[in-house]
């Protein structure tokens, strides 16, 4: 869009009379220029159904050989990831058409909803994968995992609470910060129980950032750096974590050092990555994915299989399309209309911005192992959904802020 | 929206730019600037090898006999990888294994899982542990009978991982026979692999030669393994085959051993140290535990036979043995019979080494060859007496007499001459000419004759330098020992003498050393190769046992020969006269039926093959006497020379002599034995290996010339020969 055209656009009424007539067709509402489909931000959807797209591409190559291998169908977690894509868009879509209005008003059932689930998981309904209890089984092959619609509850509830705004006043009050806190704190102890630590870094990380963009004085957002800090520094020092755990995130910076065990992946990982060079091995061709020499490949590593079968153009590209959804996010965000879709804007983008830096990292060998998927292109349904529930949310920002760009 | 928020969403902005920058850097790094190394990393990740086994070549004689061939048995190994899959590591099949073949569960998991660290294999015992590839299957049971080897392949269902299969193993027709030259297979260790002769081709799952042949050609021998490049997912899963190379069978050795005349040498060895064991003589029990017998080819430097007593069953290698049975089976109390007495084994030559002190007497002057020298029965040396054998006189004799005599007092004094003239010549800070130690080491004494079996020793010449610098590292010890009030004073005042005196080449040495006592020692092969020098006119060579490595198709791949390490009479400063060679050989000719080996050889034919011999009787602290004979023959044109060591067994002509009598009766088939080789003389060519894989005896040179009389032209007037042998 040029500069000369959005120089016209802010002369323009921001919400044209007509466009709620009745006797419009839907075909002339649909594309009228004041109507939402419109001022959907397409760049950030084109680039979130991308990264699904190679996802499914690379969830495919990490999962056939060892499909064939069990005499299963060697496309099942294509077709599965290709649905997740599907409904997520869906559900993405009712979060960018639901009122913005009704979205504040939406914001306490999907957190207590969220809430129950998370209360759920801890219940005999919960199972345990990988030694988290994160998981209530549903049947059919289909799990849910209630921590990531946590995710999109917090980001919400975050923006109601700090969102509104009292007489004149700029920035929240201290009462709001804590407020908000409390209102965090339910579902992240509910997550330390499963123990999650990896969704619970996002939290701690979505909530600094969602404080710091309400404009909370200065002394919070620094206690909070300096709590997150000091509870690491801790949890590592009195050995609160279970062994595995401390390991994961300890020997990251030696994985050399027990190759054979807990850095293993992380030397895998990075071998997988390094050996695709430029532009890949080839799809199906990566000799580490087919070796199955990289647990979780198509979930927490599935980055290593771009890494390797696409090389550097293809990881890069990844990186590339996360780098544009996340940059479109925080101009969605400057360019809200009110402080809560700011808020939302900035929420999103924290969360996003936190857990690929965190996931691409684990794979590069240069962050901790904490069991976070790649938005959109990891495998994993619950995950998929929230991820393009967020993407609905910001639509849903963008459609009703008072910008083009 | 306030500043403030639109402050910190900038630098939200900039935070995200700034992680993602470093994934981006982070990503270049490893794909672009050290994606090279991490391609090489994953391209040896997912490969796996198993490697299948090349016969082994044959170890054949001179004739083309089999020594050491290769037979097929029934093998049981089980593959670690296999295993591990299951749900419970295999247990439940290595115990029904443990069941049929009769090994311990416990044992089995020892042998079928890798290696652990040194410290918790010593902790619980481990003694054999997989250091190979875990794919690579580990034998657990060799010679199973067939229906247990059917019961594994019958009912694969219950033994997933365990495979019975026919391979080749090594096959010791002639059991115990020259173990000491063949050695036998063990496993390569891990720490060796990649070392020394270890450091290529080399793969864990090998079986290498220890010691003899198979050990020094085990590079020929082995051939290339088979090796199956397979890929390999992270559990160890083969899923696919990437590359095979078939096996290439390793080379044959062609000795020149002959197996007759080996076990015509090993028997007189029995025979001889049995006949000590069971005939005390006038100092008692005779225990004769060990000895050695060499024959060697004079002319060629080749060795015939090579055999070392107590000797050793090779095929027990080939079964697991528990440690205790190991040490009951070879070890010190079992009299280590892996220890091959004739090249490293250290004796005491006693007067065997008179043909060293005559030639150093005669070559430094002070005996010529015409001269006439007293034999008391005991001379003054220094302060004290040293006496003949037996105390017995002979007069004024001729070198001649004194050598077939072997009058010890002649040698004392050559020994007090040379002293004295040494002596002076260091008054006058001159070099000392030492001409003993001079001719030991030029008749290739004091240092390994380098022969092809491994860890050989070279044996101990002792000179003034010498001794000087091991006094100087052992001064200490002495210089303490000498004030140690837990030493008797008797201990006390050896140590002093040690302290302080040490580092001199005392008179009272230089005569023990001229007649083969005191501090020389050597071992039998070197005394077979000096008397070899002696026989084919001053050739001293470098021996070796293998004659040629041939191929599978029957092509020579490689001559092996023995090398020239000296010519002792050629050259501008020869080491010693022609002519006092032969009037060595010509004296030494009278030892059978005139001197200290008439007893032994009374009866001898000697008239078809003469020889000629010094016996040799070493005293040894607190033990019975080394008993020795070297000999050399037909004494006209020397063939071979043969050397016999029995320890603790008495004098040279008692025992060491009567066997060498054996020796000769079988190469030549004399006195009712078996000829070794119809014309006496060993083959000259190869076997001659066919194409369908036969062999056949190599052609014989004709017999050139009956059996010549000794040559007598040196001889000396025998005007003082007598009656009466010593030792």
Redesign the interface.
């Known amino acids: 869009m040029t500069g000369a055209q959005q120089q016209a656009d802010w002369s323009t009424p921001r919400v044209s009379p007509v466009a709620l007539n009745d006797r419009e067709s839907f075909r002339e509402k649909a594309f009228h220029r004041e109507s939402p489909l419109r001022r959907l931000d397409w760049v950030v959807l084109f680039c979130a159904v991308a990264l699904s797209g190679i996802g499914a591409v690379l969830v495919w190559s990490a999962t056939r ?1 060892a499909m064939e291998a069990a005499g299963g169908d060697p496309r099942a977690f294509l077709k599965r990831h290709v649905l997740n894509v599907l409904i997520g868009l869906a559900l993405g879509a009712i979060a960018a058409l639901v009122d913005y209005r009704m979205l504040r008003a939406y914001a306490p059932i999907v957190y207590i909803a969220s809430t129950i689930g998370l209360v759920a998981v801890l219940s005999p309904l919960g199972s345990v994968i990988n030694n988290a209890r994160s998981w209530i089984v549903i049947g059919g092959g289909f799990q849910v995992q209630p921590s990531e619609f946590a995710k999109v509850a917090l980001v919400v509830g975050m923006a109601m609470i700090l969102g509104e705004k009292r007489d004149n006043e ?2 929240p009050r201290d009462g709001d910060v804590l407020l908000v806190l409390a209102m965090a704190a339910v579902p992240m102890g509910l997550i330390m129980l499963q123990p999650d630590l990896g969704t619970m870094m996002v939290f701690v990380f979505t909530i600094l ?1 969602v404080l ?4 909370a004085p200065r002394r919070w957002v620094a206690g909070l750096v300096i709590l997150g800090v000091l509870s690491g520094w801790g949890i590592l020092h009195f050995h609160m974590l279970e062994d595995y755990q401390e390991a994961r995130l300890t020997s990251f910076a030696n994985p050399e050092a027990d190759a054979r065990d807990t850095g293993y992946n992380v030397n ?1 990982a ?9 532009t890949g091995k080839g799809l199906f061709q990566g ?2 994915t ?5 647990p979780e490949q198509q979930t927490d590593f599935v980055f290593t299989v771009a ?2 079968e696409l ?2 153009v293809g ?2 590209t990844i ?1 590339l399309l ?2 544009v959804v ?2 479109r996010g ?1 101009r969605i ?2 360019n ?1 209309g009110d ?1 809560f879709g ?1 808020l939302v804007a ?1 929420g999103v ?2 969360w996003f ?1 936190f857990q690929s ?1 965190v996931n ?2 684990m794979t ?3 962050m901790p192992v904490t069991g976070l998927p790649l938005p959109f292109v990891s495998y994993g349904g619950s995950a998929m959904f929230a991820n393009f529930m967020a993407i609905g949310l910001l639509c849903n920002v963008k459609m009703r802020s008072n910008s083009w760009d | 929206m306030s500043h403030r928020s639109r402050l910190r969403l900038a630098v939200l902005q900039l935070l995200v730019l700034s992680l993602f920058g470093t994934l981006f850097a982070r990503l270049w790094y490893l794909q672009v600037m050290a994606g090279e190394q991490y391609e090489t990393i994953a391209a040896n990740n997912g490969r796996g090898t198993i490697a299948e086994r090349a016969t082994r070549g044959r170890i054949l004689d001179d004739m083309g006999r089999p020594l050491v061939t290769n037979r097929t048995s029934l093998v049981v190994s089980a593959s670690y990888a296999e295993l591990l899959k299951q749900e419970d590591g295999g247990l439940a099949v290595l115990k029904r294994l443990s069941k049929l073949i009769k090994v311990p569960v416990t044992q089995l998991k020892h042998e079928v899982e890798p290696c652990p660290s040194t410290k918790e294999r010593r902790e619980k015992g481990i003694t054999v542990c997989n250091n190979g590839s875990p794919l690579q299957p580990v034998p657990v049971a060799q010679d199973v009978p067939p229906e247990v080897a059917y019961k594994i392949m019958e009912h694969r269902e219950d033994f997933p991982g365990i495979e019975a299969k026919a391979v080749a193993v090594r096959s010791y027709p002639h059991k115990d026979l020259a173990s000491h030259v063949f050695g036998y297979l063990g496993r390569i260790n891990a720490d060796e692999i990649g070392k020394g002769k270890y450091k290529k081709g080399y793969d864990p799952s090998d079986l290498v030669g220890r010691g003899g042949v198979e050990e020094v050609y085990d590079r020929d021998l082995k051939g290339v393994a088979g090796l199956q490049t397979v890929a390999v997912n992270s559990k160890g899963r083969v899923t696919g085959v990437l590359d095979t190379r078939e096996p290439v069978p390793g080379n044959d050795l062609v000795l020149s051993l002959d197996l007759v005349v080996q076990r015509s040498a090993e028997k007189a060895l029995d025979d001889w140290m049995a006949f000590a064991r069971r005939t005390p003589d006038k100092n008692g029990v005779r225990k004769a535990p060990s000895g050695a017998a060499v024959v060697v080819d004079v002319k060629t430097g080749r060795l015939v036979a090579l055999a070392s007593s107590p000797t050793f069953d090779p095929a027990r290698f080939q079964t697991r043995i528990p440690q205790k049975e190991f040490t009951r089976l070879f070890g010190e109390k079992a009299n280590d019979p892996l220890v091959s007495r004739a090249v490293q084994g250290l004796f005491a030559p006693g007067s065997t080494f008179k043909l060293v002190s005559t030639a150093a007497a005669v070559e430094a002057g002070n005996a010529p060859l015409g001269g006439i020298f007293n034999c008391p029965g005991a001379l003054k040396v220094g302060n004290s007496s040293k006496s003949n054998f037996e105390g017995r006189g002979e007069g004024p004799i001729s070198l001649y007499t004194t050598l077939v005599k072997s009058c010890d007092t002649v040698y004392y004094q050559f020994a007090m001459d040379q002293w004295y003239a040494d002596q002076a010549l260091i008054e006058q800070d001159k070099k000392p000419r030492e001409v003993l130690q001079k001719m030991a080491r030029d008749f290739g004494f004091g240092t390994p004759t380098g022969l092809d079996l491994p860890d050989e020793r070279g044996g101990l010449i002792r000179d003034r330098a010498s001794i000087r610098k091991s006094w100087e590292t052992n001064k200490d010890y002495y210089c303490k020992l000498m004030t140690n009030p837990t030493q008797t004073p008797y201990q006390q005042a050896i140590a002093r003498e040690n302290c302080e005196e040490g580092w001199r080449y005392r008179l009272g040495s230089a005569a023990n050393d001229y007649v083969g006592q005191g501090d020389v020692l050597v071992t039998p092969l070197q005394m077979a190769m000096a008397y070899a020098a002696l026989a084919n006119g001053g050739t001293l060579y470098s021996p070796r046992v293998a004659k040629a490595v041939v191929g599978p198709d029957g092509k020579v791949v490689r001559e092996i020969k023995p090398k020239v390490v000296r010519e002792l009479t050629k050259g501008p400063n020869p080491t010693v006269q022609p002519r006092t060679l032969d009037y060595i050989r010509n004296s030494l000719a009278a030892v059978p039926t005139e001197g200290t080996a008439r007893g032994a050889f009374l009866g001898y034919p000697y008239g078809s093959v003469p020889i000629g011999g010094k016996t040799g009787t070493a005293e040894v602290q607190g033990k019975h006497d080394t008993s020795w004979f070297a000999s050399f023959g037909p004494v006209g044109d020397p063939r071979y020379a043969v050397v016999v060591m029995v320890e603790q067994a008495g004098t040279g002509g008692s025992v060491a002599a009567p066997a060498v009598r054996q020796i000769w009766d079988g190469i030549y088939g004399l006195e009712g034995h078996k000829a070794a080789y119809s014309g006496g003389l060993p083959p000259n060519g190869l076997p001659r290996f066919a194409a369908d894989g036969t062999i056949r005896k190599p052609r014989l040179p004709a017999r050139t010339r009956p059996s010549s009389p000794p040559d007598t032209r040196a001889l000396p007037a025998q005007t003082d020969r007598r009656r009466g042998s010593y030792a």
């Open positions: 050989a700029a920035d950032g710091a963009v309400s404009g895998q990075k071998i997988a990555i390094g050996s695709g060079r430029v000799t580490q087919n070796g199955e020499f990289i890494g390797e090389g550097f990881a890069g990186l996360l780098g996340l940059w925080t965000a400057v809200a402080m700011t900035a983008v924290s911005a830096f691409i990292g590069l060998g240069i």
